[in-house]
């Protein structure tokens, strides 16, 4: 995986939104969970909610190669989702597919704490 993969990705996916948009419901404001048009900015997870539907997506650990299905909030599905697809065109054997597949748990997990930490840092000076 490419150093900054997550980072780059989200500035792209800034450009398509407007500047410093954040979830109207929630104030998320990670571009790479961000959904938005000209009258609404909303996460993953808020616009399921909006939509009726539970905030839960199924996120197959190792791709399709194994039937291991976890439980995400779409957030959460959208930044593992976009780790895989950092990989895309890449193939791997089935043990080496499933064992990325955590690795990008894993990765995500990280990445969260790691934007937890900025957002304080950020907060309090």
Same mark, same amino acid.
């Given at each position: 995986?490419?150093?900054?993969?997550? $980072? #780059?990705?989200?500035?792209?996916? !800034? +450009?398509?939104?407007?500047? %410093?948009?954040?979830? &109207?419901?929630?104030?998320?404001?990670?571009?790479?969970?961000?959904?938005? $048009? #000209?009258?609404?900015?909303?996460? !993953? +997870?808020?616009?399921?909610? %909006?939509?009726?539907? &539970?905030?839960?997506?199924?996120?197959?650990?190792?791709?399709?190669?194994?039937?291991?299905?976890?439980?995400?909030?779409?957030?959460?599905?959208?930044?593992?989702?976009?780790?895989?697809?950092?990989?895309?065109?890449?193939?791997?054997?089935?043990?080496?597919?499933?064992?990325?597949?955590?690795?990008?748990?894993?990765?995500?997990?990280?990445?969260?704490?790691?934007?937890?930490?900025?957002?304080?840092?950020?907060?309090?000076?």
């Amino acid at each position: 995986m490419r150093d900054g993969g997550l $980072d #780059a990705e989200r500035a792209r996916r !800034a +450009d398509l939104l407007p500047p %410093d948009a954040s979830c &109207e419901a929630c104030g998320e404001d990670d571009p790479l969970v961000l959904d938005g $048009d #000209a009258a609404l900015v909303l996460c !993953a +997870d808020d616009a399921a909610i %909006d939509r009726g539907e &539970e905030p839960v997506e199924q996120h197959h650990l190792a791709k399709r190669g194994w039937n291991i299905v976890l439980d995400l909030t779409p957030n959460w599905h959208r930044v593992i989702t976009a780790l895989q697809n950092m990989e895309r065109g890449v193939t791997h054997g089935k043990m080496a597919t499933l064992l990325r597949g955590i690795a990008h748990l894993i990765l995500m997990v990280a990445d969260y704490l790691d934007t937890l930490e900025r957002k304080q840092v950020k907060r309090h000076g």
